[in-house]
């Protein structure tokens, strides 16, 4: 007889795990099935997002930084470092120690919740009022039951057409973490978030990186403001960055030639080591065998939802980036918790409106809310506070004075409507942005907060203070 469960999930990533765990607090049996596995073959829980995404760019991009500044900062500080060399190779050691300690977690957190974990892929059989049987494949196959199941299979690199990954020369996010030489010339196609944060590492590390991105405009998404202090940041720090080009054609042999032309329409033709392609990510569908148990998918092939993350077969459920929304791990954590919540016959909940974005860029960039043009094209008045990092103590003692805050609020009711940040620890800082949202803050009552001396965060305060036009210290 197959084994029974009240949940199984499919996918073992951020949003897979997290609502595999909260089913389990909340008295459900659950199964999670993932097919992640390590180069030796071992299971690695925690998909692209521990395993080539989120945890090891993060590690690279801490490592690579630590590096930048024994280069460019140390002596500004009075330490001289004679001899200074890159050990790259214990620096992807470390990035895979890391990744490894994070799989190892997840492994502890499910038998400590009592979680069966399942190695293989795993594909929808059939569906009837008493549940649903999930067929897995791995080394053997096995069929089990389930009164419920989250469809968590997270998303996959997206190819360029006509230069498909070879893995050597043509790389994706996972290559683009891996490369064992710094390239002497990197070209990324894509100026998106991993295009940006993986370009930044190979700089540090001394390659020339060279960005071919498609739109007019960089970083679309961010109040205008801010893209426009992040694209003067990267020009400084010599990431060539070319927007508005058609990529025309990809010749891979002992090096990768892209030619393709610029926004003004002339012709070029750039040669390059290694070549990352960062154009975004497809929902992955298949092996699921959706169409056959009669799973929709939505016309950018992500399976439709409600705003419940309820598939239209009952007592199916799917989250994360497999889903529509922004691709993002702490999006799918949440949307992963609601479900199992809702299966347990509870309250579940997702405030869409505040999930902050953060690019961890040197400089940082964090954003929640609408931006200025958002809230221009939707005709709400509004009064905005900037504060720079150069006016804020702790930044200068950091030597990293880039960026400001910026605070958005009602014009009439002084709710703060968004909040963006260019500079040290944006990612950190953000928090108090999202906390203040979700309360329904006004600018005023950041205003009046006491924020610790020296801190960042009193550029938050200035900001909101700036709103009402008495920012102290500028
Ligand atoms: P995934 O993490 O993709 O996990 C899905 C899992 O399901 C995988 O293990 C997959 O192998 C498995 N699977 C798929 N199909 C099946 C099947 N049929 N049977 C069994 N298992 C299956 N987001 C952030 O919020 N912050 C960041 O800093 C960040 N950095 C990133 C950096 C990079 C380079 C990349 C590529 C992404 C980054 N992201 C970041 C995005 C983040 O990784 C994703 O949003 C997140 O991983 C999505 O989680 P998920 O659980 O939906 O899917
Ligand atoms: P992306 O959607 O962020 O950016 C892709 C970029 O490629 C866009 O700017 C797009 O205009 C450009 N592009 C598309 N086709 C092109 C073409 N043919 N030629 C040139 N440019 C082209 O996607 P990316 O960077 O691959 O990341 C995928 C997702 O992973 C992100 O959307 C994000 O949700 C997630 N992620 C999140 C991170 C974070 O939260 N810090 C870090 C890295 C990834």
């Not at 951020?14 to 299971?43: N, V």
């Not at 459920?317 to 889903?323: N, P, Y």
């Not at 690019?359 to 221009?376: N, R």
Request: glycine share 10%; aromatic share 4%; with cysteine.
């Amino acid at each position: 007889m197959s084994k029974s469960f009240d949940v199984i999930v499919i996918g073992g990533g951020p949003g897979g795990y997290i609502a595999a765990i909260r089913a389990a607090q909340l008295g459900l049996k659950t199964a999670c099935i993932d097919d992640w596995s390590t180069l030796d073959g071992k299971p690695a829980l925690g998909g692209t997002c521990t395993n080539v995404g989120c945890i090891p760019s993060k590690a690279l991009l801490q490592s690579s930084e630590h590096y930048d500044h024994a280069v460019h900062s140390f002596a500004e500080h009075g330490i001289r470092v004679k001899g200074l060399g890159l050990d790259l190779a214990q620096m992807l050691a470390r990035k895979e120690k890391v990744v490894a300690q994070n799989n190892d977690g997840i492994v502890f957190l499910f038998r400590k919740n009592k979680i069966e974990s399942f190695h293989g892929r795993g594909s929808l059989v059939k569906g009837g009022a008493a549940g649903w049987e999930v067929r897995v494949s791995g080394k053997s196959e096995e069929i089990l039951a389930a009164k419920h199941v989250i469809v968590a299979t997270g998303s996959s690199p997206r190819a360029l057409p006509g230069a498909d990954f070879d893995h050597k020369l043509i790389l994706d996010n996972a290559g683009a973490l891996a490369i064992p030489e710094v390239p002497k010339r990197l070209g990324v196609i894509g100026a998106g978030v991993v295009g940006l944060e993986l370009g930044s590492v190979w700089r540090r590390l001394g390659a020339d990186v060279t960005i071919l991105e498609a739109l007019p405009d960089l970083l679309g998404a961010a109040d205008e403001q801010i893209a426009k202090e992040a694209s003067r940041a990267f020009a400084k720090q010599g990431l060539a960055i070319h927007t508005g080009v058609n990529i025309t054609k990809v010749t891979a042999r002992k090096s990768v030639t892209v030619e393709y032309t610029d926004s003004a329409g002339a012709v070029q033709s750039a040669t390059f080591d290694k070549l990352i392609v960062a154009i975004g990510r497809v929902a992955n569908t298949r092996g699921l065998n959706a169409e056959a148990v009669g799973l929709k998918l939505d016309a950018r092939g992500c399976i439709e939802v409600d705003d419940e993350c309820r598939t239209n077969l009952p007592n199916v459920w799917a989250i994360g980036d497999v889903v529509r929304g922004p691709m993002l791990a702490h999006k799918a954590e949440e949307e992963g918790v609601a479900v199992a919540e809702r299966i347990a016959g509870r309250h579940g909940h997702v405030d869409f409106n505040t999930v902050p974005w953060v690019i961890y860029t040197a400089p940082e960039i964090a954003w929640v809310g609408k931006t200025e043009q958002q809230l221009k094209a939707a005709g709400v008045g509004f009064r905005a506070g900037t504060f720079p990092f150069m006016a804020n103590g702790r930044a200068r003692a950091l030597g990293d004075t880039t960026g400001m805050v910026k605070i958005l609020a009602d014009a009439s009711t002084d709710r703060i409507l968004g909040v963006h940040i260019i500079g040290p620890m944006a990612s950190e800082l953000i928090a108090e942005a999202v906390v203040a949202m979700e309360f329904s803050a006004s600018a005023e009552d950041i205003a009046l907060i006491c924020h610790a001396h020296p801190s960042l965060s009193e550029a938050v305060k200035e900001a909101a203070l700036a709103v009402d036009k008495r920012a102290l210290n500028l």
